[in-house]
Structure formats: structure tokens, C-alpha cells
């Protein structure tokens, strides 16, 4: 079965739509890359699907719930709940020290700092950077700091992980080691992935490639 689709979306910020007929399907587990060339629609695709922006036509069902009828309020309780993000730019809060800002969904989530912290430090070794976690996001590298953004994306359990151009700011020894890190600890929890990415070395993690050209996107798994 299939716990996010979409069918038919369609948005315009314009004259020229962004998405023009998206449909698109993940099960449970399954990380998917969508691919396509630098403004096709990807990132509003991975927007609308996320429950982040409002697609003007079109479905998005995740776990049998249309997320487009759902209020405010409901989307964004189900975005803290069931869905992790990273993107290009880690988006880590500066003034947190790395532990602290892996732990935040925890504590958002009403749970103890000292609980929080040690969840948020067990994901920081898993991320292979359990010596940062003190540190500021200004005081780690490119590559520690989206491993820490991995780690945050991953700590609340989350069955969906929407990465946008993870890597796109890495060189690619750590670009590719993020990738192994995120896909390998991803299929452990047995989270979804849904990345946004240009390059097919990126791409090569994922279980299934779809391209989105001109606003639209054939996913085979659709029709399925
Ligand atoms: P990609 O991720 O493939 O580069 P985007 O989804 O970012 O493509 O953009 C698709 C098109 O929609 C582009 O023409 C882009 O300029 C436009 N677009 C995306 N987001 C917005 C926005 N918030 N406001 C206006 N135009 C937007
Ligand atoms: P990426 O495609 O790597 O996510 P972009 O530079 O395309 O980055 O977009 C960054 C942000 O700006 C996104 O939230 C996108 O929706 C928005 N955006 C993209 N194009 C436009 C645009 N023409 N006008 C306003 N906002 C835009």
C-alpha cells in the first residue's frame, strides 16, 4: 500500500505553473529521489507533499488522511509528528548547541531535557558525530552540520523524511557519506525518504528514481 500519494497537482506562483499534473507515490520504507532540471517544479513538489504549501488542485493522501481538507493546525501537529526535514542549508537554530538542537522536536514535543538529550546524543553517534554535540552550528563544518541535521530529522521517529538538496552544499566525499548516513539510518527506523536532488550520484541511494519536467511527473507507481 501506499502511505503518501498525490494525484494531479497542480500550483502557479504565475503565468508559468510550477506544477502542472504531479502525481506521486511512496510506501511505507521506501526512499525515493525526485529528480529533474533546476526549476521543473521539484522543491514545490517536496512542499506540497510535506503539507508545507497549498497545492491549488489536486489530492495529497498520506495514511488514508487527505492532508489538503485538514486544518492549519492538524497539518502542522502531523508535520511535528510523522514527518522530518533537512535541507541544502542544515536550518539548525544558531543560537543551540548541536545536542540542543537535535533534542528541540523532542522537547516541542513535551519530552524531559535530560531524556531529550540523551535520545539527541545517541543520535549524534549514530550520525558518527557524537564530538560536536557542545558546539555551536556555527563552530562545525558543512558536513557535521548536516549530520546533525540528519540526526534532528530523525529523533522524533518520523515515517517520512523530506530532504531537500541534503548534499547540495557538501563536497562530494561528505555529500555521499550524508547519503549513506541518512538512507542507512532511515531503512533502520524504517522511515520514507523523499529527496530532492540534480545529481544522479545523489539519486543512487534511493530505491526509485522520478523526474519532474516542465511541472509534471510521471511516477510509475501511480498507476500501480
Ligand atoms: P526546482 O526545485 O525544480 O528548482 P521549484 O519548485 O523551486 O523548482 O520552482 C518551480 C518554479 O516555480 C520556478 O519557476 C520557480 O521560480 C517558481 N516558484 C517556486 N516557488 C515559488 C514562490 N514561492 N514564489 C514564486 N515562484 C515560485
Ligand atoms: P531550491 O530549489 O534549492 O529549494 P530555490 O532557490 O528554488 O531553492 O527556492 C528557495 C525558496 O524560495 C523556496 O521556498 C521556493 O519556494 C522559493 N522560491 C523559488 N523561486 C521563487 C520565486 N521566483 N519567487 C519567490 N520565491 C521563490
Not at 509528528?81 to 543560537?95: I, T, Y
Request: aromatic share 4%.
Amino acid at each position: 500500500g501506499s502511505l503518501l500519494s498525490a494525484h494531479e497537482l497542480r500550483k502557479s506562483f504565475g503565468p508559468t505553473p510550477a506544477l502542472d499534473g504531479a502525481s506521486f507515490s511512496i510506501r511505507p520504507g521506501e526512499v525515493v529521489a525526485i529528480m529533474g532540471p533546476s526549476g521543473s517544479g521539484k522543491s514545490t513538489l517536496l512542499h506540497c507533499l510535506a503539507g508545507i504549501v497549498p497545492p491549488d488542485s489536486g489530492t495529497i493522501t498520506y495514511s488514508g488522511r487527505h492532508l489538503t481538507a485538514l486544518s492549519d493546525a492538524e497539518r502542522s501537529a502531523l508535520r511535528r509528528n510523522d514527518f522530518g526535514f533537512v535541507f541544502q542549508f542544515g536550518q539548525l537554530v544558531p543560537e543551540l548547541s548541536c545536542v540542543e538542537n537535535v533534542a528541540l522536536p523532542l522537547r516541542l514535543a513535551g519530552i524531559k531535557r535530560k531524556d531529550a538529550h540523551r535520545a539527541a546524543q545517541k543520535w549524534l553517534e549514530r550520525l558518527e558525530v557524537s564530538d560536536v554535540g557542545h558546539k555551536r552550528p556555527g563552530e562545525v563544518s558543512g558536513g557535521q552540520g548536516q549530520r546533525v541535521a540528519v540526526a534532528r530529522a530523525l529523533v522524533g521517529s518520523p515515517r517520512v523524511v523530506f530532504a531537500d538538496e541534503p548534499t547540495g552544499a557538501l563536497d562530494s566525499y561528505n555529500g555521499e557519506r550524508v547519503m549513506q548516513l541518512l538512507t542507512d539510518a532511515a531503512r533502520e527506523s524504517q522511515a520514507a525518504v523523499v529527496l530532492v536532488t540534480h545529481e544522479a550520484r545523489v539519486a543512487a541511494y534511493s530505491d526509485r528514481e522520478i523526474v519532474v519536467r516542465d511541472g509534471q511527473v510521471r511516477d510509475a507507481a501511480v498507476a500501480v
